[in-house]
T-cell receptor
Framework: DAGVIQSPRHEVTEMGQEVTLRCKPI?????LFWYRQTMMRGLELLIY????????DSGMPEDRFSAKMPNASFSTLKIQPSEPRDSAVYFC???FGIGQETQYFGPGTRLLVL | GEDVEQSLFLSVREGDSSVINCTYT??????LYWYKQEPGAGLQLLTY?????DMKQDQRLTVLLNKKDKHLSLRIADTQTGDSAIYFC????????????FGTGTKLQVIP
């Protein structure tokens, strides 16, 4: 398997624009996680899905953020409108089950909002 | 709520042992993990320990768990320059929905 695939790898946009980050989890994995990493706040869990259903979105910062998982092989994280403080590296991870099961991380999308 | 804390930085000489420490608050944690993040990459699981264990050894890695003090450590024997990375401690919070909470990360610098 190719591992968790994220696109784009880098995104530069202007404040107010819509940003869509994409993730393809490892085939067969039933959990998908979206994380945000910044120097100030470290690694934060934004939302996670089980079998395409959002389970916990308490980490989503505000209504400007939304995430969907229309099928088992694809998820999006959308920011609308984007703000400079959204600049961060966004990671997608997937796992088969939870608990001791390893979360496999994608390479991340580095977002810069000017 | 759950909280996981680590020191931010550790510097060691090549060949020495590294010890990275972590404290957590959730006494109901079931699993505790150590992840490694190399520059420009995502996190990679190094090892994990079940909460009813005190120690786990895996080649150069030794994990020690003190449940009473809620303290977790990762010892890397014979540290190599390739071990330079950020190391994250994480706990599995078992209250209700399960999710993993990550620490702030410790940046390990190995000096040749």
């Amino acid at each position: 398997d190719a591992g968790v695939i994220q696109s784009p790898r880098h995104e530069v946009t202007e404040m107010g624009q819509e940003v869509t980050l994409r993730c393809k989890p490892i085939s067969g994995h039933d959990y998908l996680f979206w994380y945000r990493q910044t120097m100030m706040r470290g690694l934060e869990l934004l939302i996670y899905f089980n079998n395409n259903v959002p389970i916990d979105d308490s980490g989503m910062p505000e209504d400007r953020f939304s995430a969907k998982m229309p099928n088992a092989s694809f998820s999006t994280l959308k920011i609308q409108p984007s703000e400079p403080r959204d600049s961060a590296v966004y990671f997608c991870a997937s796992s088969f089950g939870i608990g001791q099961e390893t979360q496999y991380f994608g390479p991340g999308t580095r977002l810069l909002v000017l | 709520g759950e909280d996981v804390e680590q020191s931010l930085f550790l510097s060691v000489r090549e060949g020495d042992s590294s010890v990275i420490n972590c404290t957590y608050t959730d006494s109901s944690s079931t699993y505790l993990y150590w992840y490694k993040q190399e520059p420009g990459a995502g996190l990679q699981l190094l090892t994990y320990i079940f909460s009813n264990m005190d120690m786990k050894q895996d080649q150069r890695l030794t994990v020690l768990l003190n449940k009473k003090d809620k303290h977790l450590s990762l010892r890397i024997a014979d540290t190599q320059t390739g071990d330079s990375a950020i190391y994250f401690c994480a706990e599995n919070f078992s209250g209700g929905y399960q999710k993993v909470t990550f620490g702030t990360g410790t940046k390990l610098q190995v000096i040749p």
